[in-house]
DNA sequence: CATTATTTGTACGTATGTATA
DNA sequence: ATATACATACGTACAAATAAT
């Protein structure tokens, strides 16, 4: 019957994000990360519910986000797998980021790790007095990403004093700088953790980060903004939207 | 108060469906046909519920299909609205890796890892038949990216029997198939490579590779492809450039 | 082939928490 | 402060699909 792996969620973070999601968060760390391989088994329903004390419906919830993003499948009369590539995931199903911060206002933190101002290297032209700032972004009290970013001080003097865990780095800049943002380059790919990032976001050693840099600029290609991210795939993955344009 | 249009779902025979999905399809419809328009206010769940003599959690079951599909907000505290049409998403252009490939006269080569027809479920409606197509991609004859793609036959009938080794799956769509591209989702992540994958891209289990989820659609919000791509981020970081809308 | 046990699917109902007006 | 409305969670019961007896 498949017995074994029982969830055992005693240590499950993020204490403020409702039950079913810190279940079925535990549940897609397994699968990602293989504990639960393709085809695997779980324990029934009521099963689960039992182990764990809770609702039969609260686990079906759990399992429902699961399928939604196709980790799980089930099959009526039989039972709850673990899902293999033969479906393919299908984007808008996941739960982005927006939308999980508006729906329950802000569970969201972020920390300043510290700050100094360098001469940014430029790819044309002489180097750039910036503020450098490095961030940790905390959803539900667990780590998400970490920021770096650089910004010249003459797009926005004054801003090396100005607090950066309150406000969205670019609503402050629109807001309270008046700075344009125009339009952004942005390059991605994955890159195991290193000691300092694995500590930093709690994860092991070597695990798969999503690696972002992200060039921004205003009206006549003004460098406003130079980030590099590094985020845990298992808390959020980035998604856009892109238009064909008229050539 | 938005007091009026109760449900009335007397001729929701409906027969077989189950009684939540009866109810959403009934919704759906007063806002595809512009009954109830954007910003309307549905009547509180617990009155819905009172009225169709039906538990509240069924009606929250169909509202949660609705607002799924984008057709309702809900806001707690609030109430359940008609949603508008207004995305909000950053628009971009993305050149597929093929094209650019094909532009820049990269040494590139495709090769098939297999293909099938398959009954490809949809985020909502029937399954739609499909051509699945597996490539593995190499740059200067190293393993470079895992690709499945999924096409609706209905889309580009006889597909399956088509070449596509040579020719940028969208290239062959646009200039064979006719069919017009307009816009894509993408969601991207990091994942550590399973055996298979790290097989096929030559790389150690566990090495972290990008994963990206693509849809991509035409005129009408018709979709054209779903796909999936694993990408040795040693070998490739795929790029967009995004532009602030309007203003 | 029929029966039975198991497992998911649907639907009901209740209670309490949280956000908003 | 109060009332309203959605959000979460609990629990029960039965139906439907499947697999084993």
Redesign the interface.
């Known amino acids: 019957m498949t017995d074994s792996s029982s969830l055992a969620l005693e240590h499950l973070p993020g204490g403020s994000a409702p039950l079913y999601e810190r279940i079925a968060d535990e549940v897609r760390r397994r699968v ?3 504990i639960w ?1 393709r085809g695997h088994r779980l324990r029934s329903e009521a099963e689960i519910a039992a182990d764990l004390q809770v609702a039969r419906g609260t686990i079906r919830r759990a399992i429902a986000l699961l399928v939604e993003s196709g980790h799980l499948v089930q099959r009526q009369g039989v039972g709850t797998f673990v899902a293999g ?10 739960e982005s980021l ?1 939308q999980r911060m508006e729906r329950n206002g802000v569970d969201h933190e972020t920390v300043e790790l510290g700050r100094d101002v360098v001469d940014a290297p430029q790819p044309s032209g002489a180097p750039v007095r910036s503020l450098r700032v490095r961030r940790l972004r905390l959803l539900d009290g667990v780590p998400m990403s970490v920021l770096v970013n650089q910004i010249p001080l003459d797009i926005a003097p004054g801003i090396e004093q100005v607090d950066l865990v309150t406000m969205s780095l670019y609503t402050l800049l629109e807001k309270s700088f008046h700075v344009a ?12 953790a290193d000691a300092e990032l694995a500590a930093l976001l709690d994860v092991p050693v ?6 972002l840099v992200q060039s921004t600029y205003g009206p006549g290609d003004v460098r406003i903004d130079d980030a590099e991210t590094w ?1 845990r ?1 298992d808390r959020h ?9 008229n050539s």
Chains 1, 2 share one sequence.
Do not use: N
Request: hydrophobic fraction near 35%.
């Open positions: 990602d990360a293989g391989s590539r033969e479906g393919l995931r299908v984007p808008g199903r996941f927006g943002i125009e339009h952004s380059e942005l390059t991605f790919g994955a890159i195991a070597g695990a798969p980060l999503t690696h985020i795939p993955q980035p998604t856009v939207s892109l238009w064909r344009t």
